[in-house]
């Protein structure tokens, strides 16, 4: 089975309507990375 590298993309997303009204929303990226296959096996230990 062979991982290809993904990256995701989203938003985060807040709002609050006590004591005061807040909103905001802000772009994120999270990047998965195929250790295994990269050759960097040794990185497995901090990365899970």
Known sequence: MSALP????GNVMHRRLRPAKNAFVYPVFHMQLPVE???FRKLRRFFG
């Open 37 to 39: 296959q990269s050759g």
């Open 6 to 9: 993904k990256l995701v993309i």
